[in-house]
């Protein structure tokens, strides 16, 4: 069955240093997501994509933030100026253009900033 | 805006045991819901899903009915094993007003004993 796959599967970086977090979502999948999931708490949506551009995002996905498909497989999540409080678990979710179609989500990559 | 309320956990069980799980929901439109289940150390699977009133998800055991009047999507499982052991998470989304994006429940731990 085909997988939703992210790396590094576990980041750690400087307070204030930039980090590129990439997937790869599933190959005929249209629409492209970021959750985040901070050490205890709920599973938290931050953007999707579709088209080139983004979609939807929600007020944690500030200006530090941004993605990019920068291939015809990549779709990646920079954080620009990382701050103690981006540590967390951050997922990647695809999903077809069927509007009430299943995300699938990779592993996760946990981020911890020092 | 769209929420997601579940039990909270975590709920211990002996192996065999019969599960409820109780998800509620609020949503402006006609959500999706969906049964996500993250095992340890792992990112989120979905488990069962229902896209309109009445309709009854299943996998593996699990079943959860989408019921419109009581806003509810209760998770049930007649016989749990140990390696049911998971944090699950209810989850909606509302493709017919635009929002693709998943909204979690806070998620619920589910411990089986031997």
């Known amino acids: 069955e085909p997988e939703v796959t992210q790396t590094p599967s576990h980041q750690v970086t400087q307070m204030g240093q930039e980090v590129i977090l990439r997937c790869v979502p599933i190959?005929?999948?249209?629409?492209f997501y970021w959750y985040r999931q901070i050490l205890g708490q709920k599973v938290e949506f931050l953007v999707s994509?579709?088209?080139?551009?983004?979609?939807?995002k929600s007020e944690i996905f500030d200006d530090q933030f941004s993605v990019e498909r920068p291939d015809g497989s990549n779709f990646t999540l920079k954080i620009r100026s990382t701050k103690l409080e981006d540590s967390a678990m951050y997922f990647c979710?695809?999903?077809?253009?069927?509007?009430?179609?299943?995300?699938?989500f990779g592993d996760g990559t946990r981020l911890s900033i020092l | 805006g769209n929420s997601v309320t579940q039990m909270e956990g975590p709920v211990t069980l002996s192996e065999e045991a019969f599960l409820t799980i109780n998800c509620t929901y609020t949503?402006?439109?006609?959500?999706?819901l969906f049964w996500y289940v993250q095992y340890p150390g792992e990112g989120l699977q979905l488990l069962l899903k229902?896209?309109?009133?009445?309709d009854k998800g299943s996998n593996k055991g699990f079943e959860a009915t989408y019921r419109k009047e009581t806003t509810s999507f209760h998770l049930e499982k007649g016989s749990v094993q140990v390696s049911d052991s998971a944090v699950y998470f209810c989850?909606?989304?509302?493709?017919?007003?635009?929002?693709?994006?998943?909204?979690f429940g806070s998620g619920t731990r589910l411990q089986v004993q031997p």
């Open positions: 949503a402006t439109g006609y959500p999706s």
């Open positions: 994509f579709y088209n080139n551009e983004i979609s939807e």
């Open positions: 190959s005929n999948h249209l629409y």
């Open positions: 989850a909606l989304s509302d493709p017919d007003t635009g929002r693709r994006a998943l909204t």
């Open positions: 229902a896209t309109k009133a009445d």
């Open positions: 979710a695809s999903s077809d253009d069927s509007g009430n179609q299943p995300q699938h």
